[in-house]
């Protein structure tokens, strides 16, 4: 345990990232241990209790069994021009931006790790999509929303860039991340086609999570831009906590929405605010049961969200988060070592992936 502690930080360093700059919500007092269906795990107490000093302990041998055979999955159905995706979403670009971070938060890098060489075919591939107006999809695999596609694969990119060679990397990123800054509408959000018109808070978010990337990779994004957009989403937060869909109209609460909501909030450096104890206390209601299986509309992309919001809570929010949606991952997880949801395996082998690798804490956009 101690030596996979020493090993992230190792590979953390060599990634120049950083540690944590703010502490989480600390609404419950601290958990000494949480049970799990692997049995009871010890967790570091007092003020050490952070997502980053309980990584080792978190991630247990049969995640690990699980992950490695997810990453096998990935990598063996990679597409010869490095893209992912089956049926409709064949060579979607956010279906292979979501599969590229899945590499990256194993620790492999551009060219480097048991995965580089599929980092690279992936960033490759959405390059080669990158269209003159800074527009990243593919008319193959486009979704109903390319503005979806486009901000996970800036999101991807940006997460890349200082670890790539590509010499076009720069400036396809800068074009893409120029396109986001000139379609956010007059509420401050964005929607599923690149103009300006009316916003919903799932798209906004996307767009904010590939801001913040840029952000953190140097490029150029004006305070304005972000300021407006977590505006937008402040003002989607219904009275029981969770987000309504569509500001313009309202709307009720639901778990992927607000799970995503909060991290918006979060990565815009809003740690401890009405807004995110109200937040974290809607999505608690979702926390995995053992033996009880949900069927939630978008459950992948919804987790994908809330735990990164635990991650950024911390203390015994992500103490018994983060077990209850690894044991239950583990508990879905196919043969061939995929996991399937109604868009397609590689989506949501690429998000459970993302998930259960968090307490690797290697990507700058999951920095604390």
């Not at 390059?127 to 107006?133: P, V």
């Not at 983060?322 to 995929?338: E, H, K, N, T, Y």
Request: proline content about 5%; overall charge positive; some cysteine.
């Amino acid at each position: 345990m101690r030596c996979r502690l020493l090993l992230l930080g190792t590979v953390a360093g060599l990634l120049g990232l950083s540690r944590a700059e703010a502490g989480g919500v600390q609404a419950h007092p601290e958990t000494p241990a949480v049970q799990s269906a692997e049995g009871i795990w010890p967790i570091t107490s007092g003020a050490e209790a952070t997502p980053e000093t309980t990584a080792a302990q978190m991630i247990s041998p049969a995640a690990e069994q699980a992950i490695r055979r997810g990453l096998g999955f990935l990598a063996q159905v990679q597409a010869e021009d490095g893209s992912f995706g089956t049926g409709p979403y064949r060579g979607n670009t956010a279906v292979t931006a979501l599969a590229g971070l899945a590499f990256l938060c194993s620790g492999s890098t551009p060219g480097r790790g048991p995965y580089g060489r599929q980092i690279d075919r992936t960033i490759d591939y959405l390059l080669a999509h990158a269209q003159e107006s800074g527009l990243i999809v593919s008319q193959r695999g486009m979704s109903h929303g390319p503005m979806y596609d486009h901000g996970f694969a800036v999101l991807f990119l940006a997460e890349c860039y200082g670890m790539s060679r590509r010499q076009d990397l720069r400036e396809k990123l800068s074009r893409a991340v120029q396109l986001i800054l000139a379609t956010q509408n007059q509420e401050g959000g964005w929607r599923y086609q690149p103009r300006r018109a009316d916003a919903d808070i799932s798209v906004t978010v996307c767009q904010v999570m590939a801001l913040r990337a840029a952000r953190n990779a140097g490029l150029f994004v004006p305070k304005q831009t972000i300021d407006r957009s977590i505006q937008y989403v402040k003002k989607s937060q219904n009275p029981d906590g969770g987000f309504m869909y569509m500001l313009s109209v309202g709307g009720q609460s639901e778990f992927a929405r607000s799970a995503a909501a909060l991290v918006a909030l979060y990565t815009a450096g809003i740690y401890d605010a009405p807004e995110i104890h109200k937040g974290l206390e809607y999505l608690m209601q979702f926390q995995p049961q053992a033996g009880h299986t949900r069927r939630e509309q978008y459950y992948f992309y919804g987790h994908y969200y809330a735990v990164q919001a635990m991650w950024w809570a911390g203390g015994s929010w992500w103490n018994r988060w983060f077990p209850a949606i690894r044991d239950d991952l583990l508990a879905r997880q196919r043969p061939d070592g995929s996991w399937t949801d109604p868009i397609c395996p590689h989506a949501a082998t690429a998000m459970a992936l993302v998930i259960l690798q968090l307490p690797n804490n290697l990507l700058p956009i999951f920095q604390r």
